[in-house]
């Protein structure tokens, strides 16, 4: 998993943020790299950016309509910082938890949700591809946001796809049942041993 110093490295202007994406990232089972290049290509890091044509706004170009979904308005986020902006970030992303399983996907969410799984050659529909620049595929959005990242875009980590504060406990918890299984399991071979030393000796 990237970590917060490979995303300032990467990208000086998210200092203030990386450990959020960390964390965030950790909860949707994500790279850190994935949401750091979404951020890059969207906003440049600026919390502040705007779009001409549709208004979208802020660090992932949040739409009129998502952000009142959020409980905010495009206006409020232009006046936020980065760090302030990251629990409206967070809030957009948790919808989609278990669900990005690459690059690709984290760049549908923010971009055409209903791309998310489908694929590289998953086609927008023309309306779509016309007000992009002529991007008609999910495969080309992708090579052109990545045209511009910094950080590779790892594949998915192995291992549990989500994170929680509670399954850091349950794994204590397992551990320390395992260490009483591992005492017991000695403590009877020992028991044998002693027996048989014994009537050796007798014997």
């Known amino acids: 998993m990237t970590s917060a110093a490979a995303i300032t490295r990467a990208y000086p202007q998210a200092a203030p943020v990386a450990h959020a994406l960390v964390a965030l990232s950790h909860q949707l089972g994500a790279d850190p790299a994935w949401l750091a290049n979404v951020i890059q290509y969207e906003s440049r890091w600026n919390p502040q950016a705007i779009n001409g044509g549709t208004g979208a706004s802020g660090l992932i170009q949040f739409m009129p309509s998502t952000a009142r979904g959020l409980g ?64 008609s595929t999910a495969g080309e959005y992708a090579r052109r946001a990545l045209a511009v990242a910094c950080l590779s875009p790892t594949p998915r980590p192995r291992g549990p796809l989500l994170y929680s504060p509670s399954a ?28 048989g030393a014994a009537v050796a000796v007798r014997s």
């Open 168 to 195: 850091g406990r349950g794994a204590r918890g397992v551990s320390r049942r395992n260490q009483r299984l591992v005492l017991g399991i000695g403590a009877a071979v020992f028991a044998v041993i002693a027996v």
């Open 72 to 135: 905010t308005t495009v206006e409020a986020i232009r006046r936020m910082t980065a760090g302030q902006q990251m629990q409206y970030v967070a809030a957009y992303f948790r919808r989609f938890r278990g669900k990005l399983r690459s690059q690709e996907d984290v760049f549908m969410a923010v971009f055409y949700p209903a791309a998310v799984g489908k694929g590289a050659s998953y086609s927008f529909p023309a309306r779509v591809a016309r007000a992009n620049n002529g991007i």
